[in-house]
Each structure stands twice: as structure tokens, then as C-alpha cells.
């Protein structure tokens, strides 16, 4: 293939560029940058005339200071081959030329004597946008015959629950959260994962808007609600059935819409019938009133919005629950009005984007199985995996099981290729590791999925080191292997269009901004409605129910009493995004407690270090009690790094490798463990600064954080 990573055209310097964060965060903000001698010296928000409206003037902090990840200590800056044993991250550096050469050899030789589906592929890619990921890889790996994998670790059980009900509608456009007359904020934290809504509620609330917040621990914007609901882990699905459960015997269900616009009507009329406030009550450890008064709100307003969140989705109930949320909007008779209706992801504003590489029809590999794929060579039929090649994800990083998939990795004739930005994790465990660029390096096309807007990124600034980019490493690997067509892409400029080719927002305006396909912010059921095949609202669709073992709406009950009475979860915090930019992180990660469990338990101030474990490992590190979690319910940030806990390990070696209800995710919050003591009391003081999720990324206005390079321990 013949594309070279291009040297951004430097007009002047320094010099100011335009771009967008492809970072996995919903809100795709529009970047500002500065560059010198073809270095990022300053990241800031792009000013109005040229920026998405939901950029505000202001990004995150972590973003305002990438150079520290862009220029860091540990940037991977050339190919390098391990010397020492694996995981040491002893590596000596090679050429590109060789580190293809031996890519090519590992992958045919393993082609040759165990098939092509040997060779697994191991790419998550929420950081990237549509150019550098399931483009020339696709390519690659498809045409290969290489295992494909089930990217399953985050929203498969969401999309699976949207896809079933409405076909991926569009949402409710996060702008127009201002004018709700109530807002439900259900299993997400937004002062941490897309900020930019966190301005636009506080306005709706100033306007004299309702906000219900629906999450086990009080987050910053509980704090601020008119009623915050704290459900135990997993039992959303009772809470939203008990609503539907109401609505329909207080004849408050909007029958006209739901004749005109719905099927599956009585079916889910009768799986809500068991569930009534007082038996939710009772399953969720909400009470009676609480739901009550949620009741009254959802069932008396409008424009009535629900922001559902991923924390909803991370348990064995997730794609029920996240299917019973979307279904109160049309039980309820919420749309068709601005600012009613419901958001979950919104790329379902844009269709028909993307390569579209036919499948090979060899075995799919779930994500969340990786441990036991690459330890049991009977855990998944066909032969066992010779080459991993990773690459747009950090696997011992956020991947269930943890210890398993560490096991993986250990195993001697196991050819483990990492493609990353700087030596991660899972990278010091590689064979090889390959030099990426970052989205201010290359090109690539940002899709929001909070944001309605598809963004034109170019490259803003020089590679670093012999960085390169996947569409340049993974064309020139496709070409070596005899496997590109004379119509193939070849540049980036064919690549962007190929990528947007079948869609009509091809229209690239100037500034690299395109609105999704209704050219505006879309009415739910007025400018967008259900892609079913009748373009109604399934409320209980057939796919859905075959696939879930017991049904869909079936409750699954609360797992390991006894042992493991304490419900860990481990949610986003600001200053990462999944593990990304976690090697910047100061200091040793806490396990954060509730008071009363830790005092159970003889821990606090005088007992501050402990062990976490549950059967399948284990977490050492420092507790800080925390009274916004609900009792029973503990804390451990998503993405730490090795480096940032006493054991080396995180919550993933907690986390089951068990999976959703509807659609095969990860069930991260299904991790059920117990908190003891370590002995030696010597080493640190507790800690008792304020969790940190206290510290939002907006400040106190709500309006603005901090600007760039402004930092911040
Ligand atoms: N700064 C930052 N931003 C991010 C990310 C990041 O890591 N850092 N990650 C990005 C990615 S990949 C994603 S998927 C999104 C996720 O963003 P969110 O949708 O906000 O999801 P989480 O952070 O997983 O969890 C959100 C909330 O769910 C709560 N929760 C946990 N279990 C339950 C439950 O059973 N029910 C309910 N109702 N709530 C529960 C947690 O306490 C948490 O406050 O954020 C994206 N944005
Ligand atoms: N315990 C626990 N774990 C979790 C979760 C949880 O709730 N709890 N949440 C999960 C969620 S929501 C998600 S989405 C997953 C995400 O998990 P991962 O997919 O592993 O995401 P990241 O940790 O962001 O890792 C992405 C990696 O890709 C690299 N990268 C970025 N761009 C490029 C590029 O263009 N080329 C190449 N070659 N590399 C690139 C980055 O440097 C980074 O190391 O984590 C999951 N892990
Ligand atoms: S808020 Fe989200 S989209 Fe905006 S710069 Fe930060 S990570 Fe990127
Ligand atoms: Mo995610």
C-alpha cells in the first residue's frame, strides 16, 4: 500500500490547527491546537465559528494536557523485539522492515500449520475514529481467514437492547436537554465521562427542569438532583419494570401512541406485572417512596428525557435492564417532542458508514473470553491461537479475568504482536511491539456518539519517533501478504471516501463538520423514527427474547452472598479514558468503602492497607471511606495500570469473565468480593482526601474546566 504517514503541512510556526478528540467520550469536542517545530505545545477548545455546538468553549483536563502522553516517558518510538522473559518489558529495538518481515512470517508460518484462524486479532477501538479501525485491518485480518473477535467489553448489551426496540434510532440531541422539563440521568456520570451535558442540566434545572439521577453511589450530579435513586448493582431492570408495571395499571400508558407505534404491548405489560414498588423496593434497596416520587415525576412531565448511561448495561441483567429503560419513553408516550424521548449512543445518527469487509465466516472469539481462549484449547473450538495482535485496546488493562488473560499472555509459544502509543500493560507482555500514532498524528474520521457530528481529522502534529499509522501498518502488512485489490483504498484521501461513500452526509463541510442525515437536531418519532422493518417501537422483540437464556425481562437474582457480600464496581473516572492515559496517573489507586463496611471489617484510618479478593483474584491497595456509595457497594476506578496498585493487578482481576443476559457484554459489576486487612499497618497513612470523583471535571459553575496545561496533581 502507499500510504506514508504524512508530515503536517506547517504554515508558520508556531502554528494553530483545527481537529477533533477521537477519544472514546460521547462528546467529540472540537480541538484547538498549538503546535511548534511540529510538536502539540497547547490543547484547547476550538473556538464557536469552527466548533460542534456541544464543545462550548471548553474541553476536559486530561485532553488539555495530552503532550504529557504525546511526549512521555513512555511513548513507544520504534519497533522493539523482547530480549528478557515475557512481561519483564525488556525490548531491543528493531526496523519497521524487520518487525514486518517477522509479522509476516509468524503469520503465514501459522496459517500453514494450523489454519488461519490461528491468528487472532484483539482490537476494541473506542479511541478511534472510522479510518483507523476495521478499515485496511479489516483487510488484513478478514481476508486472511484470521479468528474474528466479538467486540463485547462495552455497549454490546446496550446496542443489542436498542437495535431490538427501535433499530438504533437516533437520540435526543444532549443540547436539548436544556429544554427538559425532566431529565433522568440513569447509570451515568457525566461529570466524569462526557462532561459537556453537565452545563446543559444545570441550565434545564435554572429554567426550573427536574433532574432524577439513578446510581448506586452519589455522584456529583446526585448531589445537585431533586431525587436520587441508589439501586444495588444489577437490579435496574425491577426499577423499570415496577415503572412500566404503573403506568399501565394507572392508565397512564399513552395507548394511542403505543397503538399506532408499538408492538410486543401486552407481552411486556405482563412481564411487569410481578413487579411491584413495594417487591422492588425490596430487590433494588430503593424505597418505596423514592420510586414513588420518580413515578410521579417521569409520569406527569414532559419533555421527559433519559440519558441511559452504561452503568446499567455492566451486569447479568444489563440488556433487559437497558431494554426496560428505552421502553418507559414509548410506554409513557414521551416522544415527539423536543427534548422527550431517549439517549443512548447517539452514532445511530449516522448510517451506512464504514468499510464494509465481507465476513470469512471463521470462529468468533468473545472479547471477554480471552483469558480462557488463550489457556484452554478446549474453551472454543478450531486450533488453538499461535499469533495475538493487539491493537486498539489494552486487554490486561480492561479485560474480565484478569489473571487468565495475564496467563495468556505468559504462555512461551504464544506470538503476541502489540500495536499501541506507548508500552501499556498488556504491551510489556508483547513479543513485538509496534509504535502507533495519536489522532493529532494522523487522519481519521471522529463520529460522536453523544455529539451528532462527524468530524474531519487531519494530523496537526509530526510523529513521534517512527510512530505510524494502522492504516499504513495494517495496508502494507494486507500487501505483503497478497491480499489487496487493485479497487482497494490506497490513500487516506480514498480511504475517506470509501468510508463515507454509501452515506448521503458525504458532504463534507470546509470546517470538517457533518450533521447526520436529518440536517438537524432530531425529533424522536417526528424526524427520526424506529429502522424496524415496520418502523415501529419492538417492545418485546423475538430476537431478543431466543437470546436470552431465560427470556427477556427475566430477572436474574443477586449472586454470592455469603463469601463475597460486597458488590465492586468499577466505573469511569475523569482522568482516564478506559486505560488510556493511566500511565500518567500519580500515586496508588484506593478501594473506596462505604464507613459502615469498612468499620464492619476493622478497616479505616489504623487498618488502611487491604486485600480485595473474590475466586477469581485479587487487589492490594489502600481503602478510603467513602459515604456516597451505598452501603455494600465498593469502588474501584476502571483502566488503573499495573503501576497504580500495591498488587500489580486491578478491578478486572475481580471481574467475572460471566456474561450479560442479551448481547454477550461484560459484566464488570458482577464482581462480588470480600475486604480483609493487611498486616503490615507501616506503610501508608490512610488516605482522606475526598473520593476523587468528587473533583468533576466542570468546576463549581459548571460551566468551564480548567484550560489546558492549567494542572492539577
Ligand atoms: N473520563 C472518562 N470518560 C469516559 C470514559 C472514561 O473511562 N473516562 N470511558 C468512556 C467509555 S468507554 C464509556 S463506555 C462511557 C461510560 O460512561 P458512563 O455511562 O458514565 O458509564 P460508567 O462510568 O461505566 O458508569 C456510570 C455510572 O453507573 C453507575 N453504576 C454502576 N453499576 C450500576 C447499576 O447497576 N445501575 C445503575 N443505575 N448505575 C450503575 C456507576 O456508579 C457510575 O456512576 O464513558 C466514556 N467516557
Ligand atoms: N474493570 C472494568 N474494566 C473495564 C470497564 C469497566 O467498567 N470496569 N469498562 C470497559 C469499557 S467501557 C471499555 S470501552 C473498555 C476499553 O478498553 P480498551 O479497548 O482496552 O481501551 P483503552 O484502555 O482506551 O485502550 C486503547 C488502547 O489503544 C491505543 N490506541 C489508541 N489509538 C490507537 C491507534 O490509532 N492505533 C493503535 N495501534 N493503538 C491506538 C491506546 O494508546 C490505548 O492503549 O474497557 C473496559 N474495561
Ligand atoms: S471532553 Fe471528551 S471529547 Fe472532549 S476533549 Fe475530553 S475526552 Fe475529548
Ligand atoms: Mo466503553
Given at each position: 500500500m502507499t500510504i506514508a504517514d504524512?508530515?503536517?503541512?506547517?504554515?508558520?510556526?508556531?502554528?494553530?490547527?483545527?481537529?477533533?478528540?477521537?477519544?472514546?467520550?460521547?462528546?467529540?469536542?472540537?480541538?484547538?491546537?498549538?503546535?511548534?517545530?511540529?510538536?502539540?505545545?497547547?490543547?484547547?477548545?476550538?473556538?464557536?465559528?469552527?466548533?460542534?455546538?456541544?464543545?462550548?468553549?471548553?474541553?476536559?483536563?486530561?485532553?488539555?494536557?495530552?503532550?504529557?502522553?504525546?511526549?512521555?516517558?513512555?511513548?513507544?518510538?520504534?519497533?522493539?523485539?523482547?530480549?528478557?522473559?515475557?512481561?519483564?518489558?525488556?525490548?531491543?529495538?528493531?526496523?519497521?522492515?524487520?518487525?514486518?518481515?517477522?509479522?509476516?512470517?509468524?503469520?503465514?508460518?501459522?496459517?500453514?500449520t494450523l489454519g488461519g484462524e490461528s491468528v487472532l486479532p484483539l482490537s476494541y477501538g473506542g479511541s478511534n475514529g472510522l479510518l483507523t479501525q476495521?478499515?485496511?485491518?479489516?483487510?488484513?485480518?478478514?481476508?486472511?481467514?484470521?479468528?474474528?473477535?466479538?467486540?463485547?467489553?462495552?455497549?454490546?448489551?446496550?446496542?443489542?437492547?436498542?437495535?431490538?426496540?427501535?433499530?438504533?434510532?437516533?437520540?435526543?440531541?444532549?443540547?436539548?436537554?436544556?429544554?427538559?422539563?425532566?431529565?433522568?440521568?440513569?447509570?451515568?456520570?457525566?461529570?466524569?465521562?462526557?462532561?459537556?451535558?453537565?452545563?446543559?442540566?444545570?441550565?434545564?434545572?435554572?429554567?426550573?427542569?427536574?433532574?432524577?439521577?439513578?446510581?448506586?453511589?452519589r455522584t456529583p450530579l446526585a448531589k445537585q438532583a431533586d431525587l436520587h435513586l441508589q439501586p444495588r448493582p444489577g437490579t435496574d431492570l425491577c426499577l423499570a419494570l415496577a415503572l412500566h408495571r404503573e403506568l399501565f395499571r394507572r392508565g397512564d400508558a399513552d395507548r394511542e401512541f403505543l397503538a399506532e407505534h408499538a408492538t410486543g404491548v401486552d407481552e411486556l405489560r405482563r412481564r411487569a406485572e410481578p413487579w411491584t414498588f413495594e417487591r422492588a423496593a425490596e430487590v433494588t434497596g430503593v424505597p418505596v417512596r423514592d420510586i414513588t416520587r420518580c413515578y410521579e415525576l417521569y409520569s406527569t412531565s414532559s419533555p421527559a428525557v433519559i440519558r441511559c448511561g452504561w452503568g446499567v448495561e455492566r451486569n447479568r441483567n444489563g440488556g433487559s435492564a437497558v431494554a426496560a429503560v428505552l421502553a418507559l419513553p414509548a410506554v409513557a408516550g414521551k416522544f415527539k417532542v423536543r427534548a422527550g424521548g431517549y439517549t443512548m449512543s447517539n452514532g445511530a445518527a449516522f448510517r451506512n458508514v464504514g468499510w464494509r469487509e465481507p465476513s470469512p465466516g471463521t470462529r468468533i472469539v468473545n472479547m471477554n473470553h480471552i483469558g480462557r481462549v488463550l489457556t484452554d484449547p478446549n474453551a472454543i473450538s478450531g486450533p488453538p491461537v499461535q499469533v495475538l495482535f493487539v491493537y486498539n485496546a489494552n486487554p490486561l488493562a480492561t479485560l474480565p479475568n484478569q489473571e487468565l488473560v495475564r496467563r495468556g499472555l505468559e504462555r512461551e509459544d504464544l506470538f503476541t504482536v502489540v500495536f499501541d502509543q506507548v508500552m501499556t500493560d498488556t504491551a510489556a507482555w508483547a513479543d513485538l511491539v509496534l509504535p502507533a500514532t495519536t489522532f493529532l498524528e494522523h487522519d481519521d474520521l471522529a463520529m460522536g456518539y453523544g455529539a451528532m457530528v462527524l468530524h474531519d481529522t487531519k494530523p496537526v502534529a509530526q510523529p513521534v519517533g517512527e510512530a505510524r499509522s494502522n492504516l499504513r501498518v495494517f495496508g502494507e502488512l494486507a500487501d505483503r501478504l497478497g491480499l489487496l485489490r487493485d479497487d482497494d483504498p490506497r490513500s487516506e484521501a480514498e480511504w475517506r471516501q470509501a468510508v463515507l461513500g454509501g452515506s448521503r452526509q458525504r458532504r463534507l463541510a470546509d470546517e470538517g463538520l457533518v450533521l447526520p442525515e436529518t440536517g438537524r437536531r432530531p425529533i424522536q418519532f417526528v424526524d427520526v423514527f424506529p429502522h424496524t422493518a415496520d418502523r415501529k417501537v419492538h417492545l418485546c422483540p423475538p430476537s431478543l427474547e431466543t437470546e436470552s437464556a431465560r427470556g427477556l425481562y427475566a430477572f436474574h437474582a443477586e449472586l454470592g452472598e455469603g463469601r463475597y457480600p460486597l458488590a465492586l464496581i468499577s466505573p469511569s473516572v475523569p482522568q482516564t479514558v478506559s486505560s488510556t492515559f493511566g500511565q500518567l496517573r500519580p500515586g496508588q489507586v484506593p478501594l473506596e468503602m462505604h464507613p459502615e463496611d469498612a468499620a464492619a471489617r476493622g478497616l479505616g484510618r489504623d487498618k488502611p492497607r487491604v486485600r480485595v479478593f473474590n475466586d477469581y483474584g485479587e487487589v492490594r491497595c489502600h481503602v478510603r471511606l467513602n459515604r456516597d456509595l451505598k452501603p455494600g457497594v465498593a469502588l474501584l476506578p476502571k483502566g488503573v495500570w499495573a503501576r497504580s496498585t500495591e498488587s500489580g493487578t486491578n478491578a478486572c482481576a475481580l471481574a467475572p469473565d460471566t456474561l450479560t443476559d442479551i448481547g454477550a457484554g461484560a459484566c464488570f459489576n458482577d464482581a462480588r468480593v470480600e475486604v480483609e486487612a493487611l498486616s503490615d499497618v507501616s506503610v501508608r497513612r490512610p488516605d482522606i482526601r475526598p473520593p476523587e470523583d468528587g473533583r468533576s471535571d466542570c468546576d463549581a459553575s459548571g460551566a468551564r474546566t480548567r484550560q489546558p496545561g492549567a494542572g492539577r496533581p
Open positions: 504524512p508530515a503536517p503541512a506547517l504554515e508558520g510556526n508556531p502554528a494553530v490547527h483545527h481537529t477533533a478528540c477521537t477519544l472514546d467520550c460521547p462528546d467529540s469536542c472540537s480541538l484547538e491546537v498549538e503546535v511548534e517545530d511540529g510538536r502539540v505545545t497547547k490543547v484547547r477548545a476550538a473556538p464557536p465559528e469552527v466548533a460542534h455546538p456541544l464543545t462550548a468553549g471548553f474541553i476536559c483536563s486530561k485532553v488539555g494536557r495530552i503532550s504529557r502522553h504525546l511526549y512521555g516517558e513512555d511513548r513507544l518510538l520504534h519497533p522493539a523485539l523482547r530480549e528478557g522473559a515475557k512481561g519483564d518489558g525488556d525490548f531491543r529495538p528493531i526496523s519497521w522492515d524487520d518487525a514486518i518481515d517477522l509479522i509476516v512470517e509468524r503469520m503465514a508460518e501459522a496459517k500453514t476495521d478499515t485496511a485491518d479489516a483487510i488484513l485480518f478478514r481476508r486472511f481467514g484470521a479468528s474474528q473477535l466479538a467486540r463485547t467489553v462495552c455497549a454490546a448489551p446496550s446496542t443489542a437492547a436498542a437495535l431490538g426496540l427501535y433499530g438504533k434510532m437516533a437520540g435526543v440531541a444532549l443540547e436539548d436537554y436544556e429544554h427538559a422539563e425532566l431529565a433522568i440521568v440513569w447509570g451515568a456520570n457525566p461529570s466524569s465521562t462526557g462532561i459537556h451535558l453537565v452545563p446543559i442540566l444545570r441550565a434545564a434545572r435554572a429554567r426550573g427542569g427536574k433532574l432524577v439521577v439513578v446510581d448506586p453511589r
